[in-house]
């Protein structure tokens, strides 16, 4: 049985539903908004929560309210078919990736309500065991970058582990100040976005900078123009993919077996996806890490449950949602997390 047949028939019933409207600051300096998906029915609830980026995306769908025809009586399978055939955005979202982080926000919240209804845990239905998440503090240094975001954070919690975005301004007094911190695990050079705030066009002097400066850290989405393969081919083993996996097909087109792979379940855009990733990776000896999209409310424990039952033990960029902000407060939980799944749902804490 695949793990997603371990959960596609699941009763499920939608009386109504809700959206509710999140926003922060974050610590990559913008205003980020989100909508919690609250699907009802049978006396209980369901969360999910929409991590499209774009803020009129969210304002759009808030102004419209609960529009979809969602009543009835379904499985999770026949949910996800039913959605399918929806229009999910008031208009045309601006990036198409929107249209599966929306899917996977509706998807999350429907699963959580049908195992609610079943007076079930997720980890109990799929036979699995919540274990202790490692996690990441995924940072960007600024511009001009500097140290202090990262040692001002190792000052208050001095265990901490982060995945830093190399810039082309990074200088060499930079990179031994942070190889000094013995507290770089990844280093993401975002190579495979384009016309976003986070761009980095591929340079081979600051690529090789920091692989060799950081000859343990995973290398996550080079951007491998000629030049820049060439330099990194004695590093295969540590480069992963994450802005270019949005399904079993874009693992299988990689220019080369990964060892790892970021499977990030809003990308993936469902259940079934990611869940059939995770048996794919597993039955190819393909590792995994989780990653998060700056989530505000619930969509953030349930990635770091999805985490605790497939990778528990990897550089997961699931930090607690406290650590966004520029200046975590004090107290906030320390890596690994320890298992906290909720009695019944898909709900962590």
């Known amino acids: 049985m695949s793990t997603y047949e371990r959960v596609a028939d699941l009763a499920l019933r939608i009386e109504d539903y809700a959206l509710e409207g999140l926003v922060q600051m974050v610590s990559s300096d913008f205003e980020r908004k989100s909508t919690v998906i609250r699907l ?7 969360v999910g929560e929409d991590v499209v980026y774009e803020a009129v995306d969210h304002e759009l769908a808030q102004e419209a309210g609960p529009a979809l025809p969602l009543a009835g009586e379904w499985t999770v399978r026949s949910f996800a078919e039913h959605l399918a055939t929806l229009e999910l955005f008031v208009q045309p979202p601006q990036r198409e990736v929107s249209q599966l982080y929306r899917t996977w926000a509706y998807e999350s919240a429907a699963l959580d309500l049908a195992l609610r209804q079943a007076a079930r845990p997720l980890h109990a239905v799929l036979g699995r065991r919540a274990q202790p998440v490692t996690f990441v503090i995924s940072l960007r240094l600024g511009e001009p970058p500097s140290l202090e975001p990262v040692a001002s954070r190792l000052e208050r919690y001095p265990s901490l582990r982060f ?14 100040g942070l190889v000094a911190t013995g507290a770089v695990d990844s280093v993401d050079f975002k190579g495979l976005y384009s016309g976003t705030i986070v761009d980095q066009a591929p340079d081979p002097v600051l690529y090789r900078r920091v692989v060799e400066a950081f000859p343990d850290a995973w290398i996550e989405d080079p951007n491998l123009t000629d030049e820049v393969d060439a330099l990194l081919v004695p590093y295969r083993d540590r480069i992963t993919w994450d802005a270019n996996i949005h399904s079993i097909a874009d693992i299988e087109a990689l220019p080369f077996p990964p060892r790892m792979v970021n499977l990030k379940p809003s990308r993936l855009g469902g259940i079934e996806p990611l869940l059939d990733a995770y048996d794919h990776c597993a039955e190819r000896g393909i590792g995994a890490y989780g990653g998060g999209q700056f989530e505000l409310g619930p969509g953030r424990g349930q990635i770091q449950y999805l985490a605790s039952l497939f990778h528990p033990g990897t550089p997961n960029d699931t930090s607690p949602s406290g650590f966004h902000v520029m200046h975590p407060e004090p107290g906030l939980p320390s890596s690994p997390l320890a298992p906290s799944p909720a009695p019944t749902g898909f709900r962590w804490g």
């Not at 190399?166 to 990179?175: F, G, M, Q």
């Open 40 to 46: 009802r029915g049978a006396g209980e609830e369901g």
């Open 163 to 176: 995945k830093l975005d190399p810039t082309t301004s990074w200088d060499e007094e930079l990179i031994a």
